[in-house]
């Protein structure tokens, strides 16, 4: 059984850093495409970053690049979420995705 698993989340203050990680297990090789979906109260889950599974180049989306970085362990099924900087709107759920399968997700709140 595939089970997908993230950890890091917490509340802070905005303009701080928090990292989220994500291990999957019960996968039957290292080589699956990797994802940060969130979901921001009110609003539709969303794309924060991907990496396809040949570790091509990610997909950040437009309105987070220069914040959010998300890192892979090769061999592994593991990868991290780095998030600078913040802001009270990124306050919401982030979910990891590795080889289809969606983890529970992990709350992350802004607030000063």
């Known amino acids: 059984q595939v089970r997908v698993v993230e950890s890091g989340g917490g509340l802070v203050q905005p303009g701080a850093s928090l990292k989220l990680s994500c291990t999957a297990s019960g996968l039957t090789s290292t080589n699956y495409p990797m994802s940060w979906y969130r979901q921001i109260p009110g609003k539709e889950r969303e794309l924060v970053a991907s990496i396809p599974s040949d570790g091509g180049h990610t997909n950040d989306a437009g309105f987070l690049k220069d914040r959010f970085i998300l890192s892979r362990v090769y061999g592994e099924n593991t990868m991290s979420l780095y998030m600078y900087n913040l802001k009270t709107e990124d306050t919401g759920i982030y979910f990891c995705?590795?080889?289809?399968?969606w983890g529970q997700g992990t709350q992350v709140t802004v607030s000063s």
């Open positions: 995705v590795i080889g289809g399968t």
